[in-house]
């Protein structure tokens, strides 16, 4: 007990020397925290933003017409069952084929398959949730499908929207640090991978990595609370849209 307690110790300190080596908080080194942290939330942003165009304007116009319901229960229970490890080998074996950037494009190809089904599910069940007697109203008054849409549909679901989005980018905070063992820059991750790869002599790396990663991703969940938060029409409520939603 007291060799497996002095390990811990060990691995502790080691992670903590590690975190302390003077070019780890260089923003300019690619080795350095900030540097890799950028270059994480680069690649996650990216992947979001790429989902967000795929997808929002179909279930949105699914949504309003209310058409497409097994569509998007579909579409998340297959998200549910994405496993993402595969999906990121699965496309680099494909850009390899293809003589693609195997750096970039199955990582990329493989977030945004994985931010797609919350994106759509969520806009299509926050718009459906929009009282129907409500939207009628709207429609007699003069208001054109397009303008009951984005004037009325989309602000009411936005809670629920960024919610999706919110579930989607934390589970792209995660996936990109796996994607590190086929991406050579890997944002956070790469310290996790070149840890495992010196064996025992890198285990403060995996650890101070690790750690990095947790906390990025908790920032990112209070940043989507703040933006919830200042971006929802006032009487909205934004505590319904703190879990993703399913149909």
């Known amino acids: ?3 497996e307690a002095g390990a811990r110790v060990n691995i502790f300190t080691e992670a903590w020397q590690w975190l302390g080596q003077p070019n780890r908080w260089s923003w300019t080194d690619p080795a350095g925290i900030p540097y890799r942290t950028v270059e ?4 996650s942003a990216l992947s979001l933003a790429v989902a967000a165009v795929l997808t929002i304007p179909p279930a949105l116009w699914l949504a309003h017409y209310r058409r497409g319901a097994f569509l998007a229960s579909t579409v998340i229970n297959i998200g549910r069952a994405i496993p993402s490890f595969g999906l990121i080998i699965l496309f680099w074996f494909l850009a390899a084929r293809w003589e693609l950037d195997t750096d970039f494009w199955p990582l990329l190809i493989a977030l945004v398959a994985l931010a797609l ?8 069940a926050g718009v459906i949730s929009v009282d129907a007697d409500a939207v009628d ?21 936005l809670p629920v929207i960024l919610a999706g989005a919110r579930v989607a980018f934390l589970q792209l905070i995660a996936t990109v640090a796996i994607g ?13 991978v070149d840890g495992f790869a010196q064996g025992r002599g890198g285990y403060g790396e995996i650890l101070g990595g690790g750690v990095a990663v947790i906390v990025l991703a908790l920032l990112c969940e209070g940043a989507f609370t703040l933006i919830t938060r200042l971006v929802v ?11 993703p939603q399913t149909l």
């Open 117 to 124: 089904p919350p994106l759509f599910t969520n806009t299509y």
């Open 1 to 3: 007990m007291g060799a």
């Open 233 to 243: 029409p006032k009487g909205l409520t934004v505590e319904n849209a703190r879990q």
């Open 40 to 43: 994480h939330l680069s690649f």
């Open 137 to 157: 109203a709207a429609r007699g008054t003069g208001y054109t499908e397009a303008q009951i849409m984005f004037r009325m549909e989309l602000p009411l679901a």
């Open 180 to 192: 590190a063992i086929v991406n050579d820059g890997g944002g956070l991750g790469r310290y996790i």
